[in-house]
T-cell receptor
Framework: GAGVSQSPSNKVTEKGKDVELRCDPISGHTALYWYRQSLGQGLEFLIY????????KSGLPSDRFSAERTGGSVSTLTIQRTQQEDSAVYLC????????????FGDGTRLSIL | LAKTTQPISMDSYEGQEVNITCSHNNIATNDYITWYQQFPSQGPRFIIQGYKTKVTNEVASLFIPADRKSSTLSLPRVSLSDTAVYYCLVGDPAAGNKLTFGGGTRVLVKP
C-alpha cells in the first residue's frame, strides 16, 4: 500500500461529540492537505501543511476544527462539538514538494452526525 | 485562484472518444491545469496535468490553446468503467497548491 491511507473509513457519532480523523500520507511527501466533500458537491479546501512551515488554516470553517501533523508525516483532523452540518466525506491528500507536483488522495472518511 | 467552468454532465457510449472542455478565463501565468477523476466512495485520482500545448499519457490527452483560457480533456475509446466525475482545476502549485474543485463533469458511459 503506497497510497494515502485514511482512517476510519466511516464514522457515525452523536451531535456534540468530538471526532478525530487520521491521515497517513505517502512516504516522502512533504505537503499534506485536508478537504471536505458534501454529498454531490466538489471539494472544499480546509487546511494545508508544507514541511516545517506554519500550516495554512484559511479553509477551516470554524474554531471547532483543528488539525496537526506530527513529525512531518501523519496528520489528525479534529472536530470538536460536532454539528449535523459537519456530516461529509473528509479527504486527505499529499504531494511531493516542488512545482506542479500533483496531489494524491486517500478514499476519505465518511462522517455522519446523528 | 482561477475559477473554472465545465459542463455539468455528458453522456457517451462505449468505444467513443469523450472530450470535456473547461473554461478558465482568468488563468494566471504560473497556473497549471490539472484534471482529476472521481468514482463514488473514492478520493479523486490524478489523470493529467499541463501548462500549454498538448500533453498525452496512457490514460488521456490534454489540449491547451495558446491563450490558455480553456482546456480540453480527451478520453479515447471510453469503457463503462470510465463513468465518473471529472474535475478541472487551475492553480499555482508554488502558491501552496490549494486546489479549488468546482462541481465537475459527470460522465456517463452507456453500453
Amino acid at each position: 500500500g503506497a497510497g494515502v491511507s485514511q482512517s476510519p473509513s466511516n464514522k457515525v457519532t452523536e451531535k456534540g461529540k468530538d471526532v478525530e480523523l487520521r491521515c497517513d500520507p505517502i512516504s516522502g511527501h512533504t505537503a499534506l492537505y485536508w478537504y471536505r466533500q458534501s454529498l454531490g458537491q466538489g471539494l472544499e479546501f480546509l487546511i494545508y501543511f508544507q514541511g516545517n512551515s506554519a500550516p495554512d488554516k484559511s479553509g477551516l470553517p470554524s474554531d471547532r476544527f483543528s488539525a496537526e501533523r506530527t513529525g512531518g508525516s501523519v496528520s489528525t483532523l479534529t472536530i470538536q462539538r460536532t454539528q449535523q452540518e459537519d456530516s461529509a466525506v473528509y479527504l486527505c491528500a499529499s504531494s511531493l514538494e516542488g512545482y506542479s507536483e500533483p496531489q494524491h488522495f486517500g478514499d476519505g472518511t465518511r462522517l455522519s452526525i446523528l | 485562484l482561477a475559477k473554472t467552468t465545465q459542463p455539468i454532465s455528458m453522456d457517451s457510449y462505449e468505444g467513443q472518444e469523450v472530450n470535456i472542455t473547461c473554461s478558465h478565463n482568468n488563468i494566471a501565468t504560473n497556473d497549471y491545469i490539472t484534471w482529476y477523476q472521481q468514482f463514488p466512495s473514492q478520493g479523486p485520482r490524478f489523470i493529467i496535468q499541463g501548462y500549454k500545448t498538448k500533453v498525452t499519457n496512457e490514460v488521456a490527452s490534454l489540449f491547451i490553446p495558446a491563450d490558455r483560457k480553456s482546456s480540453t480533456l480527451s478520453l479515447p475509446r471510453v469503457s463503462l468503467s470510465d463513468t465518473a466525475v471529472y474535475y478541472c482545476l487551475v492553480g499555482d502549485p508554488a502558491a501552496g497548491n490549494k486546489l479549488t474543485f468546482g462541481g465537475g463533469t459527470r460522465v456517463l458511459v452507456k453500453p
